[in-house]
């Protein structure tokens, strides 16, 4: 598989149930049982009639900042007060093949810097390895420094189908006025970009709903996914999304049982979950997860919100963000 145009729109709507009749798959009335470990999982996508999963919350980076990553995480508990072990700690390829087995049919990167001067170079490295990657969706980032907006517009002209944004590890304020032509010009072009803007699973000097609430007072037509649900603030969050029509939220960590130790789901939140059914993405954080892909697809399911509602989060809507056409093919949409 290769993606090499951008999309110029989003729908925002939901893959009808006859476009994913269409996909080759006969969804079913019921939803089928969870699955217990990851080699369930294609089972699982498979008798909702998906062709597979589109996730739209997954890290590749260069291996010397991988390491250092996990070597963050390996030391959980005295960074975030928890143990953290990593299950996902292969070689790339080993990761790369772990998502094929699980059926994720496209991904991104998700680079993401935490001083100047990286971005650039993270984004050149992310546009080699989609290019090399079969099913990576080019995925780039950005802090605000000087020459951000040109080398911004430099990674939409290479292809970049997603943006990523880390609010609390880059410890900056995303209103911050060097970012308003970033914002701009994602607002223009229609990427994707995902924001770990929420306080959770460790709150920085800028995360919680309101620093992205001013950017998207500026530009209301950004197309946000907000990473992590808003986690711990989910309401404030999902509020967002309801006053702003391309604001979506990925899944990523979202109800798993490490989670609702310390960012438990208000009982109160699965309405508003369904209520805003097209505004879901399917985000896994892989490969820095302490537990199993499966289990985050389960933790999905135990959600009861129906087999239309998880095959739109699933598949149909990550599809439809990045512009892949979730009817019969997964070549791009052609919205250039």
Same mark, same amino acid.
């Given at each position: 598989?290769r993606?090499d145009?951008?999309p110029?729109g989003v ?6 149930r006859s476009?994913?009749?269409q996909?080759g798959?006969?969804p079913?009335?019921?939803?089928p ?18 062709p ?6 997954v890290?590749f ?14 030391a ?5 007060g ?5 299950t ?5 390829p080993?990761?790369?093949e772990?998502?094929r087995?699980?059926g ?8 993401y810097p935490h001083?100047?001067?990286m971005?650039r ?5 992310s546009?080699?390895?989609a290019r090399?990657?079969p ?6 980032t950005?802090?605000?420094e000087?020459?951000?907006a040109d080398?911004?517009?430099t990674a939409?002209d290479?292809g970049?189908?997603m ?8 410890g ?8 308003d ?5 994602l607002?223009?072009?229609?990427i994707p970009v995902?924001?770990?803007?929420g306080s959770?699973?460790?709150? $920085?000097?800028h995360? @919680?709903? &309101?620093?992205?609430?001013?950017? #998207?007072?500026?530009?209301p037509? /950004?197309?946000? *996914?907000?990473?992590h ?5 989910y309401h404030?969050?999902l509020?967002?999304a ?5 604001v979506?939220l ?6 798993t049982?490490?989670?609702e130790?310390?960012?438990?789901v208000?009982?109160?939140l699965?309405p ?9 993405v399917?985000g896994?954080d892989f490969p820095?997860i302490?537990?199993?892909?499966a289990?985050?697809?389960e933790?999905?399911h ?9 095959? $739109?989060?699933?598949? @149909?809507? &990550?599809?439809?963000l990045?512009? #892949?056409?979730p009817?019969?093919t /997964?070549?791009p *949409?052609?919205t250039?």
């Amino acid at each position: 598989m290769r993606w090499d145009a951008a999309p110029r729109g989003v729908t925002g709507r939901p893959a009808p149930r006859s476009a994913i009749e269409q996909s080759g798959g006969a969804p079913v009335s019921e939803v089928p049982l969870p699955p217990q470990s990851d080699t369930d999982v294609p089972a699982y996508w498979q008798a909702l009639g998906l062709p597979g999963l589109v996730d739209l919350h997954v890290h590749f980076l260069p291996e010397q900042m991988q390491h250092k990553v996990w070597a963050f995480f390996d030391a959980g508990a005295q960074n975030y007060g928890v143990e953290w072990p990593v299950t996902y700690r292969g070689s790339e390829p080993v990761r790369v093949e772990q998502l094929r087995a699980l059926g994720v049919l496209a991904f991104p990167t998700h680079p993401y810097p935490h001083k100047p001067g990286m971005a650039r170079w993270l984004n050149g490295w992310s546009a080699e390895f989609a290019r090399r990657t079969p099913g990576c969706l080019s995925s780039a980032t950005f802090f605000p420094e000087p020459g951000v907006a040109d080398y911004v517009r430099t990674a939409l002209d290479d292809g970049a189908r997603m943006f990523k944004a880390h609010v609390q590890v880059g410890g900056y304020d995303p209103a911050d006025p060097m970012l308003d032509p970033v914002w701009g010009l994602l607002t223009e072009t229609g990427i994707p970009v995902t924001v770990h803007c929420g306080s959770g699973p460790r709150p $920085g000097r800028h995360t @919680g709903p &309101g620093p992205m609430a001013q950017v #998207l007072s500026r530009h209301p037509d /950004l197309t946000l *996914v907000v990473a992590h649900m808003g986690m711990p603030e989910y309401h404030e969050h999902l509020d967002l999304a309801e006053r702003y029509p391309r604001v979506h939220l990925d899944t990523t960590m979202f109800a798993t049982d490490f989670v609702e130790a310390f960012a438990p789901v208000p009982a109160d939140l699965p309405p508003r979950l369904a209520a805003l059914a097209d505004r879901i993405v399917l985000g896994s954080d892989f490969p820095t997860i302490p537990y199993t892909y499966a289990h985050q697809v389960e933790v999905l399911h135990r959600l009861d919100l129906g087999a239309d509602w998880l095959r $739109g989060v699933l598949y @149909g809507n &990550g599809a439809r963000l990045v512009g #892949l056409d979730p009817v019969a093919t /997964l070549d791009p *949409v052609a919205t250039r």
